[in-house]
């Protein structure tokens, strides 16, 4: 089992690009979740998808978009990037929304020029 | 002021040391505590969790709430190099999905 894969692993982009992070999770888990963590941040949660077929917006929504493809697959989406967007993104998955139990990917790396 | 504090460290202990860990926080509503540990360039991994005030413990670690206070701490007992790495706090409210962490906490243990 692989758990939670991501890719890609480091992204370097312009401001202004789109470009789209996929996560994918191989323990049947119906909740999935994508999170940024920045220095002096901590970690905070960009949407969630309790269920494949939904999905809700966390703490830090405001220039992102997501897709629940299926139950194994969730992607993150920058339509235009900025520079304030430069981040680490975690994906995490668990069995249900209110399990406390995240399994958490390994991260991307993203900069913004 | 952030809802959840947590002191960044780095906190630098001898090898076989108890370790202490803390989080304040100022929501009255925080039901459910966690502990994650992330070890460098790695993603979170849960270490515990406890719901409202108490105590728990599993093998070196405890995890210890005190609602009154709004105050959580963890405890690492016989500290070894490999716990070396940064310990979150997170917590929710009982009606919410959307966890607060902590900025977390970078623990070295030397030999």
């Known amino acids: 089992n692989a758990g939670v894969t991501q890719t890609p692993k480091f992204q370097v982009l312009k401001t202004g690009q789109s470009m789209t992070l996929q996560c994918a999770q191989d323990m049947n888990h119906n909740s999935m979740y994508w999170y940024r963590q920045d220095p002096g941040m901590g970690l905070r949660l960009i949407y969630y998808?309790?269920?494949?077929?939904?999905?809700d917006k966390g703490e830090v929504p405001n220039g992102y978009n997501v897709s629940r493809l299926n139950k194994r697959e969730f992607s993150l989406r920058l339509e235009s990037a900025a520079p304030s967007q430069t981040s680490v993104y975690f994906c995490?998955?668990?069995?249900?929304?209110?399990?406390?139990?995240?399994?958490f990917g390994p991260g991307t790396r993203l900069t913004v020029t | 002021q952030k809802e959840v504090e947590q002191d960044p460290g780095p906190l630098s202990v001898p090898e076989g040391a108890i370790v202490s860990l803390n989080c304040t926080y100022s929501n009255s509503a925080f039901q459910y505590f966690m502990w994650y540990r992330q070890y460098s360039r790695k993603g979170p991994e849960l270490l515990m969790y406890?719901?409202?005030?108490g105590n728990k413990e599993d093998g070196r670690f405890t995890a210890q709430v005190d609602k009154s206070s709004k105050y959580i701490s963890l405890f690492i007992r016989d500290s070894q190099p490999s716990d070396s790495a940064t310990y979150l706090c997170?917590?929710?409210?009982?009606?919410?999905?959307?966890?607060?962490f902590g900025r977390g906490t970078s623990l070295i243990v030397h030999p």
């Open positions: 998808s309790a269920s494949e077929g939904t999905t």
């Open positions: 406890t719901y409202s005030s």
């Open positions: 995490a998955s668990s069995e249900h929304v209110r399990d406390f139990e995240q399994y």
């Open positions: 997170a917590m929710f409210s009982g009606g919410s999905y959307i966890p607060t």
